[in-house]
């Protein structure tokens, strides 16, 4: 194991200052460099020192700084979540295997959000591996955090109303939804990375021997993590939930009011759990997601899984807001960002890719059984909705498994040209999610439609390029999300990337 000091964004050696041979003997072990290669590498240092410049010559050449290196595992699996989260949302509705789950179970649309966290909880162990200065970094935070705050409700909140209306504008009062996809990694950023900067003096260079080292090294992490499941787990079981009632806006313009019985705790079903409840308290109903994926519930629609009018003896509950990126479960989802942060930690510290691997399957794999037990005995059932414990073991783990298989692929067996299109998307993440996933770039080409505003570039496309050659809209929908979407951002990104050319916030 070596000083993280010497570690550039994880990957190859950093320069040594002063060129200590039997350090850099055990460096090159551990990375299998044999015997030939350390006596020829030493050759060459030598006549390097040789050829040397003056002192003189030295202060007059400028100094460059050296570029660090991409961790082009990270690039490609953050691409592979922005890829996912197209696909889920635009070819969601047509294969309702693929959207969210609308309770209890995990579909391939629930791997999106923790995604997310995990990369956001491996770069900050990256980007603050090093911090000359605390109260800079702090500062960065906070403003990184607002701008993702900023975005979120530019974005979520309902003032956007693209792709499919040419209209922008929110009730401030009565409608905003305060909620959302970037507010969540906000809260999870500026508290993961805040202790990661404030326990910056506590953080080893060198790892004690023993298996859990890595976990005692950043018990403060580990400690916040603790925090935020303690929170949850306490308010999730010992919170009471009372009654309420929420007003419905009918088609034809009337609204009805409906009451919801409750009455109970601990309960993880759909109306009376208390991540629901303090949502409600906290933003005011009327600020909560309106479309709940609950509502294609077998209880709710007869169309189960997808969605269809409402049985006649559907619950009142079915109709009612609910903000799945809400106060309580983005506190559990501290969680995910704490585990992210641990897998960027162990990039740091452990040189050699078996005991990296070593490290980041074992836990993989241990999270999965740990999800996979709570959830089929019924403890605590994986739900994205809730954020639930098991949900955050279950996701994590397959995040450690898919991020490893990722590692293998592209920076042990250097398959790296077929993963390209996932890096450029992945470097340019912001850029994609805004453009593409939140819709921005087909409202803007929605703004040229003919006849009437439904008959668009976009719906020509995708009804007379794919839906009509394959004669089937689910294929049809498929095929333009791959295509039409995906393969026409990754050559974006790709341009970007050459022109040098990113969004970053």
Known sequence: MEDARRVEEGFGHAPLEKKDHNKAYFSEKLDGTDSG??????????????????????????????????????????????????????AGGAYARIDHSPWNGCTLADFVMPFFLFIVGFAIALALKKVPNIKHAIKK??????????????????????PNELVYGVDIKHQIRWCGILQRIALVYFVVALIE????????????????????AYRWQWIGGFVAFLVYIITTYALYIPDWSFVF????????????????????????????????????????????????????????????????????????????????????????????????????????????????????????????????????????????????CFTAGAAGIVFSG??????????????????????????????????????????????????TLVYWIQKHVFNDVWHSEKVGTLLYVMFAEITFWSVVAGILHKLGIYWKL
């Open 37 to 90: 290669d350390r006596i020829k590498n030493e050759k060459d240092d030598r006549r390097a020192v040789l050829n040397q410049p003056t002192e003189q010559n030295v202060e007059e050449q400028p100094q460059v700084k050296p570029k660090s290196k991409r961790v082009a595992t990270l690039d490609a699996f953050r691409g592979l979540t922005i890829v996912l989260m197209i696909l889920v949302d635009d």
């Open 141 to 162: 935070i906070v403003i990184r955090t607002l701008k993702l705050l900023f975005w979120g409700i530019i974005l979520q909140g309902g003032y956007s109303h693209a």
């Open 197 to 216: 900067t404030l326990t910056t003096k506590l953080r080893p260079t060198v790892l004690d021997s023993g298996h859990i080292s890595i976990f005692t």
């Open 249 to 392: 806006q009918n088609p034809d313009g009337t609204a009805k009011r409906y009451t919801v019985q409750c009455g109970m705790r601990g309960h993880l079903g759909p109306a009376c759990n208390a991540v629901g409840y303090v949502d409600r308290q906290v933003w005011g109903i009327e600020h909560l997601y309106s479309q709940p994926v609950w509502i294609r519930l077998k209880a709710c629609t007869f169309s189960s899984p997808y969605q269809g009018p409402l049985r006649e003896d559907a619950p009142t509950w079915c109709q009612a807001p609910f903000e799945p990126e809400g106060l309580l479960s983005s506190i559990s989802a501290i969680l995910s960002g704490t585990i992210g942060i641990h897998y960027g930690h162990v990039l740091i510290h452990f040189k050699s890719h078996s005991e990296r691997l070593k490290q980041w399957v074992s836990m993989g794999f241990g999270l999965l059984i740990i999800a996979i037990i709570l959830h089929f005995t019924n403890a605590i059932p994986i739900n994205k909705q809730l954020y639930s414990i098991s949900y955050v």
């Open 406 to 455: 990722f590692y293998i692929l592209i920076d042990i067996w250097g398959l790296r040209t077929p993963f390209l299109f996932l890096e450029w998307i992945g470097m340019n993440a912001m850029l994609v999610f805004v453009m593409a996933a939140q819709g921005i770039f087909a409202a803007f080409v929605n703004g040229w439609y003919y006849e009437s505003q439904d008959k």
